[in-house]
Structures are given as C-alpha cells and as structure tokens.
C-alpha cells in the first residue's frame, strides 16, 4: 500500500495465527530501502517483488527492525541477491534459535494430522537464517537519492530495536517498538527494559508522525498515531507497576 510519496506498507504478511507481520519500503531516486523481509522466504518473495516494481533500476537495501524471527525471517532470499541487509549489532541470531522457532511454530498448529505431518516446513520452505551483514550501534542517516532517512534505535521490546524515520514524508516504521490492534510482546523482556521502551515510546511520540507503521497490525494515520502510543505506553506502565507482563503464563 502506498502511504506517502516514497513510502510504502506491505501489511499482513503470514505468521502465527492470528498474528501477521507487517514489512515496507521506501523509494529514494538511487535506492530502496526495504524495511523487514517478513517471517520467511514467500514473504521475503513478496516484499522484494514490490520493492523493485516501484523503480526498477533502484539498488535495494534491507534494514532488520529487531531480532525475531518474524522480522528477518526472509533475509536470506535478498543475501542470495547479493542485498545488503543492515541490523543492530546485537542482533546476531544462532541456527539453533532458528530450528527452535521452527519446532515452537509447529507445535503450534492446532490440528493433529498437520502437526505430525510438519506442515511447518511449508511455512519456512527455502528460508534459512541470514543474519544482517551490515551493523548500526547508534543513530545513523541513509541517504537514498533525494530523500534522507534517520535510522534511531528504540529499545525495550528488544534491546535490538531501531525506527526508520522519513522526516520529509512524516512516516516513521516502527517495528514492535510499536503494535497495533494486538497486545504488545514484552515476554522477552523485565520491568527494567519495559522502562527503556518507555523512553523509546516518548522519543517516537516526539516526532509527531503523520503515519505510523508498526510491526504488527494496520497502519496508523493522523489521530490514531497517539492512540496507538498511549495504548502500549499504558500497558507498560501497568506491566511495570504489577512487575509482569500481560501475557506471561503465571502459576495460580
Ligand atoms: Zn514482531
């Protein structure tokens, strides 16, 4: 979807039922940048394949907004392109973790049959783990060809997470430093971290976007930019006053 003169929304690309993972990308005049590759190769596919129609003889660079799976998933099918793909320096993820995430994703299929048949070697069909091959540990600016954009490090779902910021179209991708419509995910993280995505959330509110493009769920335009804010602002401030997050499983 497009969003503004350069930017663009690929939303609702597949994962876990119900959640889906929203990728998008942002044509300057010499480069693309392509902000996540989705879950797993058929949603890298797709990502790449509107990434490129846009302006065809456009080189194209991929940032990582985080270190889950859901988010870096299809970096391998632009690595295998010979495209750049740029994360924090944390970010490092094992192939372990990856076969980890494979088996958690299959035991999560609720029927019987296509669990024991593996269907999720479907789901991750052609996608190995590629890990970005170029690495920010603080604020950094790409300048894409007549449009700059301010890579800025939001931490707290993950100390990995980074926002790309469009100031000239007023469009700012989030990944799950922000998520709309569901529950954000603070189960990979302690009060202490909630309180830094706190700081995360006031830095991204500073901006005052126009359009907000959060890793999980639909875009955000105008008014529903600070709804969205205050709604993940407040249950982080309610998670850290209770010391757990909303979807930890607790013993009775
Ligand atoms: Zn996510």
């Not at 190769?41 to 846009?54: E, I, M, N, P, R």
């Not at 994703?105 to 296509?114: E, H, L, Q, V, Y």
């Not at 706190?198 to 126009?210: G, K």
Request: charged share 20%; aromatic share 8%; net charge negative.
């Amino acid at each position: 979807m497009r969003l503004s003169n350069r930017c663009y929304a690929v939303t609702g690309l597949g994962y876990s039922a119900p959640w889906c993972v929203n990728a998008g990308f942002l044509v300057g005049d010499n480069l693309t940048l392509v902000v996540d590759t989705g879950g797993n190769t058929l949603a890298a596919q797709t990502v790449h394949g509107y990434a490129s129609a846009v302006r065809p003889r456009n080189q194209l660079r991929v940032i990582n907004t985080e270190k889950h799976f859901d988010h870096i998933g299809g970096n391998g099918f632009f690595r295998d392109r010979g495209i750049d793909v740029w994360g924090h320096v944390g970010i490092m993820r094992t192939p372990d973790e990856f076969q980890t995430e494979i088996t958690e994703f299959n035991d999560a299929i609720p029927n019987d049959a296509r669990r024991a048949r593996g269907e999720a070697r479907a789901f991750f069909h052609g996608t190995y783990l590629a890990n970005p091959n170029c690495q920010i540990d603080c604020d950094t600016r790409f300048d894409l060809g007549g449009c700059t954009v301010e890579i800025l490090l939001t931490p707290g779902h993950t100390a990995t997470n980074l926002s790309v910021w469009v100031p000239e179209d007023e469009v700012l991708f989030t990944g799950d430093c922000l998520i709309s419509g569901y529950l954000p995910n603070l189960d990979a993280g302690t009060p202490a971290d909630w309180r830094v995505w706190i700081e995360s959330l006031e830095r991204i509110a500073s901006l005052n976007p126009a359009i907000v493009v959060a890793g999980h769920g639909p875009v955000a335009r105008g008014d529903e930019v600070h709804v969205l804010v205050d709604t993940v602002m407040q249950v982080l401030e309610e998670s850290i006053a209770r010391g757990y997050s909303p979807t930890a499983e607790r013993a009775e």
